[in-house]
Nanobody, 125 residues
Framework: QVQLVESGGGLVQAGGSLRLSCAAS?????????MGWFRQAPGKEREFVGA????????TYADSVKGRFAISRDDAKNKVYLQMNYVQPEDAAVYYC?????????????????WGQGTQVTVSS
């Protein structure tokens, strides 16, 4: 089983930046995992934010965050990061880290097997 723990959430001003982290432990090995980020705002469904391939060379993003958010991974630390720049009020949500053993870049939440508990991002305007 893979355990995922997110951190780095908090309060950020609109236009500011925030970096979320997700630490993975357990098996399968981190290097075999596609890592994704999702978010869920109150009253809304969970939505895809972005994902990074297991080799770190490919990534994909939701249109709403493209050009503002960036995902990276550090396999030596078993961590994946979500760098959030030019944060907007509509980015406020609980952000979840997710993982699945896959060579593909999945965007659907039901494609992921492992989930963290989430970290809250609040945006002040």
């Amino acid at each position: 089983q893979v355990q995922l723990v997110e951190s780095g959430g908090g309060l950020v001003q609109a236009g500011g930046s925030l970096r979320l982290s997700c630490a993975a432990s357990g098996r399968p090995f981190f290097s075999t995992l596609l890592m994704g980020w999702f978010r869920q705002a109150p009253g809304k469904e969970r939505e895809f934010v972005g994902a990074i391939s297991r080799d770190g060379y490919s990534s994909t993003y939701a249109d709403s965050v493209k050009g503002r958010f960036a995902i990276s991974r550090d396999d030596a630390k078993n961590k994946v990061y979500l760098q959030m720049n030019y944060v907007q009020p509509e980015d406020a949500a609980v952000y979840y880290c997710a993982a699945v053993v896959s060579r593909l870049l999945h965007t659907a939440s039901n494609s992921y097997d492992y989930w963290g508990q989430g970290t809250q991002v609040t945006v002040s305007s």
